[in-house]
């Protein structure tokens, strides 16, 4: 069985930083793209960002750009997102996604098989 943990969520004040991490287990995590998806009070699910296999290729949803980075270690089966300059709209709990269909840079949540439990931040203005 496939299980993701994230962690690192927490209270900061708006233009903070916090860091984000995703334990991935149960099977060979190198071979999947991992995404970061976030889902605010009130709102819907919504794309953050995905990594490739290799850790090279990257794309990110327009309201993080310049501001939020997807990093993977592959011998840690760790995935982590970095976020700076943190604003008030960035509240919301964080999920960590894996996909295990090979190809391609989804932004679809349903193109993702597994998800872990979330982790909350809160931006304080």
């Known amino acids: 069985q496939v299980q993701l943990v994230e962690s690192g969520g927490g209270l900061v004040q708006a233009g903070g930083s916090l860091r984000l991490s995703c334990a991935s287990s149960?099977?060979?995590?190198?071979?999947?793209?991992m995404g970061w998806f976030r889902q605010a009070p009130g709102k819907e699910r919504e794309f953050v960002a995905i990594?490739?296999?290799?850790?090279?290729?990257?794309a990110y949803a327009d309201s993080v750009k310049g501001r939020f980075t997807i990093s993977r270690d592959n011998a840690k089966n760790t995935v982590y997102l970095q976020m700076s300059s943190l604003k008030p709209e960035d509240t919301a709990v964080y999920y960590c996604?894996?996909?295990?269909?090979?190809?391609?840079?989804?932004?679809?949540?349903?193109?993702?098989?597994?998800w872990g439990q979330g982790t909350q931040v809160t931006v304080s203005s």
């Open positions: 149960g099977l060979p995590y190198s071979r999947d793209a």
């Open positions: 996604a894996r996909r295990s269909t090979r190809g391609g840079l989804p932004t679809d949540g349903r193109s993702y098989d597994y």
């Open positions: 990594i490739s296999t290799s850790g090279i290729n990257t």
